[in-house]
């Protein structure tokens, strides 16, 4: 079993920056795939970005490529999104997932809102 809680959300301009965390419990972080996703008042979850167990392979939706990264550090069981050049448009709940299995991810965090003003 694993929980995530992640952190770091809150409301900006257009153009800031912010990190997002997702802390998780549990002695296998490690061996989890993680990612983040979104999703946006009136739509449907969309995939941000994965990264693989041991943090060396990465992808991300074409809407946010140069401009987010995913990271881990598995010493501290926290995976991190990091934030550039804030658009209204990722205005969403962020979700922090883990587990990726052939039916999708196991576990999810609570999300935490970000809100990017124009």
């Known amino acids: 079993q694993v929980q995530l809680v992640e952190s770091g959300g809150g409301l900006v301009q257009a153009g800031d920056s912010l990190r997002l965390s997702c802390a998780a419990s549990?002695?296998?972080?490690?061996?989890?795939?993680m990612a983040w996703f979104r999703q946006a008042p009136g739509k449907e979850r969309e995939f941000v970005a994965r990264?693989?167990?041991?943090?060396?392979?990465?992808s991300y939706a074409d809407s946010v490529k140069g401009r987010f990264t995913i990271s881990r550090d598995n010493a501290k069981n926290t995976v991190y999104l990091q934030m550039n050049s804030l658009k209204p448009e990722d205005t969403a709940v962020y979700y922090c997932?883990?587990?990726?299995?052939?039916?999708?991810?196991?576990?999810w965090g609570q999300g935490t809102q970000v809100t990017v003003s124009s």
């Open positions: 997932a883990a587990g990726l299995t052939s039916s999708g991810y196991e576990y």
């Open positions: 549990g002695r296998t972080f490690s061996s989890y795939t």
């Open positions: 990264i693989r167990r041991s943090g060396g392979s990465t």
